[in-house]
């Protein structure tokens, strides 16, 4: 079954950090494009960041760069999102997606 898995949310005080996962079943992640997302009530899904297959580059959204950093783990088919210095703003689910597949989504809450 071909499916995408997010993982790592919760709760986190401001200027705290969490780890994001996006772990695939059913194909190889690494032969495609993985881009994060996010949205919040009312508000439409944003491009957070993505890691192209053929050389992992990356880009980031302004709101988040030097913030975020996405990378790879082919041993473990999952991509990731390292969050630091998180703000209140950042708070929304977060899903992982390849072509054609959404995970089911994260909820990241930065909140005192």
């Known amino acids: 079954q071909t499916q995408l898995v997010e993982s790592g949310g919760g709760l986190v005080q401001p200027g705290g950090s969490l780890r994001l996962s996006c772990t695939a079943s059913?194909?190889?992640?690494?032969?495609?494009?993985v881009g994060w997302f996010r949205q919040t009530p009312g508000k439409e899904r944003e491009g957070v960041s993505c890691?192209?297959?053929?050389?992992?580059?990356?880009v980031y959204a302004d709101s988040v760069k030097g913030r975020f950093t996405i990378s790879r783990d082919n041993a473990k088919n999952t991509v990731y999102l390292q969050m630091n210095s998180l703000k209140p703003e950042d708070t929304a689910v977060y899903y992982c997606?390849?072509?054609?597949?959404w995970g089911q989504g994260t909820q990241v809450t930065v909140s005192s």
């Open positions: 997606y390849r072509l054609g597949y």
């Open positions: 890691i192209s297959n053929s050389d992992d580059s990356t």
């Open positions: 059913g194909f190889t992640l690494n032969y495609f494009t």
